[in-house]
T-cell receptor
Framework: GEDVEQSLFLSVREGDSSVINCTYTDSSSTYLYWYKQEPGAGLQLLTY?????DMKQDQRLTVLLNKKDKHLSLRIADTQTGDSAIYFC?????????FGTGTRLQVFP | DAGVIQSPRHEVTEMGQEVTLRCKPI?????LFWYRQTMMRGLELLIY????????DSGMPEDRFSAKMPNASFSTLKIQPSEPRDSAVYFC?????????????FGPGTRLTVL
């Protein structure tokens, strides 16, 4: 079946690293995604990783993919208050995206 | 491009009234998705269209909900009659299938309150 799971909350101190984890079930997705939702806004693509890659780095963001364990993670280095948002991971086994429940990241000073 | 456009941004209505939400996808995209987001249920896919044809409406809650896509640049989601439990934020998203990474572009959402 299609199921994507995430923890609901994460709280970190400003300047620390944040790691948001996700597990998925369908191994046929060509890409896996991280979306960010800021308060009062729609979801916006933050980054994605091709399924034949293990890691992708983009400035403060690092995505790790463990296909064997079907585990995806997003690391945000030097977390800032502007990173406070809900983060969704998603897989795309067919034409539609399967989203996780979202992880609410709270950054405190 | 202006991105995905949704209207209205906010809607307050009374139980029993008809509600129509509107969406204009990004020009050139061939798939359109309607989502609903609530605190209790998270983000739910209601229905999606490919090339203006409904493909999967299994997420539509019940017969009170209907969606149309008369052309490539416009879609509506209608609730008739509305109920308080329909209160949510409704998002429209569009994408170009098989033309890239599969990224979906979301609109700003319509916040619906049914009293």
């Amino acid at each position: 079946g299609e199921d994507v799971e995430q923890s609901l909350f994460l709280s970190v101190r400003e300047g620390d690293s944040s790691v948001i984890n996700c597990t998925y079930t369908d191994s046929s997705s060509t890409y896996l995604y991280w979306y960010k939702q800021e308060p009062g806004a729609g979801l916006q693509l933050l980054t994605y990783i091709f399924s034949n890659m293990d890691m992708k780095q983009d400035q403060r963001l690092t995505v790790l993919l463990n296909k064997k364990d079907k585990h995806l993670s997003l690391r945000i280095a030097d977390t800032q208050t502007g990173d406070s948002a809900i983060y969704f991971c998603a897989e795309k086994p067919t034409d539609k995206l399967i989203f996780g429940t979202g992880t609410r990241l709270q950054v405190f000073p | 491009d202006a991105g995905v456009i949704q209207s209205p941004r906010h809607e307050v209505t009374e139980m029993g009234q008809e509600v129509t939400l509107r969406c204009k996808p990004i020009s050139g995209h061939n798939s359109l998705f309607w989502y609903r987001q609530t605190m209790m249920r998270g983000l739910e896919l209601l229905i999606y269209f490919n090339n203006n044809v409904p493909i999967d409406d299994s997420g539509m809650p019940e017969d009170r909900f209907s969606a149309k896509m008369p052309n490539a640049s416009f879609s509506t989601l209608k609730i008739q009659p509305s109920e308080p439990r329909d209160s949510a934020v409704y998002f429209c998203a569009s994408t170009l299938q098989r033309g890239g990474t599969g990224e979906q572009f979301f609109g700003p959402g319509t916040r619906l309150t049914v009293l």
